[in-house]
């Protein structure tokens, strides 16, 4: 059944729902600023930076004033009272970046109808599927109304040092600092190590690059075969991610990787390490735990939906 069908009235607000414009900016900023339901997607790209991407879509209704004499002679733009950003970085998979609703009697029928308008246009593209980390609460009784299912759950781990177990890093592999040029194949190696929406593109680690402490590329016999990115806050660093290529797991990889990290870490007084993997991702746990992270027991929902 399609999203605009799922609650009722919502196929009635489908005039109120269009893409967004340059001119909107100012409105989406400030739904970021005081919506009651707001949702944003941590990545690389400030929420407004999506605008440039094609997929904001924006809720509007006409101002209480809209049936008055100058209004019918001259008319009056409607006021943006909602927004919601789709983005996909890279195809097949799409993630819900923004989104903004009022705090009235038609919020869900205006989240209904905007993930329909953006829906709608990923069906146009090589978009497959479409997630929600849900890093807010309110989502979670919704989204299932609108035909998501939770397929996954992330949980945080933490480590309180920089120590690293002894370890000897195989002979053939060699760590050092990321290359712009070095980005197509680490795409590939996401291609081959991950399913579709945990990957990065190599615009998207471009981007990374240009924001991170520490970014590295591990070389075997002058082969790429895995990397890593972190991010810095105060004494914290976060281990954003390490991915290694499929062929090499169990070689050593990311064991000298992680520890090349956290020696890095040391160059920027870290004092704390986090980092985030999906519940089921048995192997990084049994690496991150080698290591002596333990986990928080603080977990976020992923919420899918396959376009048909």
């Known amino acids: 059944m399609e999203i605009a069908n799922q609650w009722a009235g ?15 900016k100012r409105d989406i900023v400030r739904l970021l600023r005081a919506s009651r339901y707001s949702h944003v997607h941590l990545d690389w790209r400030p929420p407004i930076d999506w605008l440039e991407q094609g997929g904001f879509v924006v809720f509007t209704q006409q101002p209480t004033n809209a049936h008055s004499l100058a209004v019918k002679l001259w008319g009056v733009p409607a006021e943006v009272q909602a927004c919601l950003a789709v983005g996909a970085d890279p195809p097949p998979a799409a993630w819900v970046r923004v989104a903004c609703l009022p705090h009235n009697s038609q919020t869900k029928q205006a989240l209904a109808a905007m993930l329909h308008e953006g829906m709608e246009m990923l069906r146009t593209t ?23 299912t939770q397929s ?28 712009p040029d070095d980005m197509e194949q680490l795409a590939a190696i996401e291609v081959a190590a991950f399913a579709p929406l945990w990957r990065h593109s190599s615009d998207g680690l471009r981007l990374v690059q240009r924001q991170v402490i520490s970014f590295d590329v591990a070389e075997w016999d002058g082969r790429l075969v895995g990397f890593q990115f972190s991010s810095l806050s105060g004494p914290n660093a976060h281990l954003a991610r390490i991915t290694v290529s499929p062929t090499m797991q169990g070689a050593g990889v990311g064991s000298a990787l992680l520890a090349h990290t956290l020696r890095e870490y040391q160059k920027h007084n870290v004092r704390y390490v986090s980092l985030n993997t999906q519940t089921d991702n048995y192997p990084s746990q049994a690496l991150y735990q080698k290591f002596g992270f333990y986990a928080t027991g603080q977990r976020l929902p992923v919420w899918v939906k396959y376009l048909e």
């Open 126 to 148: 090589a978009v497959t599927h479409l997630g929600w980390l849900a890093t807010e609460p309110w989502p979670n009784d919704w989204l299932p109304q609108l035909g998501f």
């Open 10 to 24: 919502v196929a009635n607000l489908k005039a109120q729902t269009r893409f967004a414009t340059g001119s909107d």
């Open 152 to 179: 996954y759950e992330i949980e945080t781990y933490y480590k309180e040092d920089l120590d690293t177990p002894n370890l000897k890093p195989p002979r053939e592999l060699h760590i050092r600092r990321a290359h």
